[in-house]
């Protein structure tokens, strides 16, 4: 009888334990009632004002934690537009790579803008900033650096 005493003792003490501790973080699932504009999501990445960036099926979203801007991918091939990767570079500019290409976030004009499409007309798989100003670019058909202005293809193996 004593050990059941003890054993209710404890669950009440734990229960008020986790009662006390409050709780920070709060799950929000969001769908297409919510904006979105496909269910498939490949990307999100947290940029430095806060804002969401998820990589959809067809769009590049930002979530603001109330409203989504969607970021359309011109074209009509659907399994080019899945978004791969999202990068921030510094001065909060966003890169987005898909089966198309790598594309920059035009805030002013509200699109995306194609980069070097005659230099990496294919697939980018990932991308990382290295927070000094070099953004590496993961391709089907090798590595890619971007730094200032300036695009250069590594070859690893010329076959």
Known sequence: MKNI????FLFHLLMFCAWAYPSTYTLRGLSVSDGLSDLLVNAIYKD???????GTGNSLECFDGIHFKHYLIPGSDEKLKRVNAIAEMPGNELWMGNGSGLWRVSRAKNSLEPIA??????AVRS?????KG????G????????KEGSLNQIMIDPN
């Not at 430095?48 to 998820?54: E, F, K």
């Not at 070099?134 to 670019?137: D, E, G, M």
């Not at 391709?139 to 971007?146: C, P, S």
């Open 5 to 8: 005493i003890k054993y209710i």
């Open 48 to 54: 430095s004002l806060g804002y969401v960036w998820l």
């Open 139 to 146: 391709t089907e058909r090798g590595l890619f650096i971007y």
């Open 117 to 122: 499409r005659e230099t990496i007309g294919y």
């Open 127 to 131: 991308l990382l900033h290295d927070g």
């Open 134 to 137: 070099i953004l590496y670019i």
